[in-house]
C-alpha cells in the first residue's frame, strides 16, 4: 500500500497564550461556537455571494494566480452564509476580510507556490508567511480608495495576517474567515484543485479532511455545512470505490 502524504499538523499552541487568543475563548468558551440561526448546508453553487463589486474590480488581478479566481468567491459565499448564522459577527470586516485574505499569493515567486506552499511542512512554510504580509499590503492599498478607514484596514489586516500560520483565532470574524477558507476545501471545486495542490488522489483527500481539518473548524455552522458537504462529495467521487 502507498503511504499517503504527508500533510502538516496545526500548532494552535503556539499563540494560545496571545491575549488576544484569550479573550475569544473566553467570550466563546463552548467549542464548536453554537448558533441558535438556520444553518443553511445546501451545495455552495446554489448561493453564491454579492455585493463588494468595487472591491472585487479593484483586486481582479490578484485574483488570476493560484486559482483564486475560482477560490476567493467560494470563500466568500461560505463567509456570507457564516455570517447569516452568526449575525453578531462585523458582516463587513468578515466579507472584505475573506475577500482580500489570499490576494498576497499574486505578490509572491509564483514558482515557489506549489513547491513549498503546498509540499511538506507547508504550514510553515516561508512562502506562506509572505503571502500573509503581501495579502495585507493589499488591503492597505485598495481599502482606502474604497473608503474605508483606517481602523477598519487594520482590522481587516489583523485577520489576513496570520491566516494560515496561526492557528487559533483572535476574534469571532477572524474564526468566520478561518472557517470560510477551509469549507472551500470540502467543495467539489476545492476538492479537485487542492488535490491537484498537495499531490493526493480524492479518496485519501477527503479521508484527510475528516480526521484533521473538520476537527479545526471553530464554529457549529461551519461543522455542519463541513459534514454536509463531504457526504455529498463522497457519494459523487465514489470514494468508498475508487482509493
Known sequence: MTTPPAWAPATPENHIDDPRARRFAASHPERPVPTREFVDTAPICLSPSSGLEELWR??????????????????????TR???AYPEADREVVLVATALHDTGWAHVDESRIISEGFRGDWRKAAIRFEHEREGCRVARRVLPDLGYDD??????????????????????EDALVRDSDRLWRFDRAGIAMSCSWFGMDPATYVDRLE?????????????????????????????????
Open 82 to 84: 457564516l455570517c447569516d
Open 58 to 79: 479593484a483586486i481582479v488581478p490578484e485574483t488570476r494566480t493560484r486559482a483564486n479566481d475560482l477560490h476567493l468567491p467560494i470563500v466568500t459565499a461560505y463567509a
Open 211 to 243: 480526521e484533521e481539518i473538520l476537527p479545526e473548524l471553530i464554529t457549529d455552522a461551519a461543522h455542519q455545512m463541513a459534514w454536509a458537504d463531504l457526504a455529498r462529495c463522497r457519494d459523487l467521487l465514489r470514494t468508498e470505490i475508487i482509493r
Open 151 to 172: 481602523a477598519f484596514v487594520e482590522r481587516v489586516c489583523d485577520i489576513v495576517d496570520g491566516h494560515d500560520t496561526r492557528h487559533v483565532a483572535f476574534s469571532l
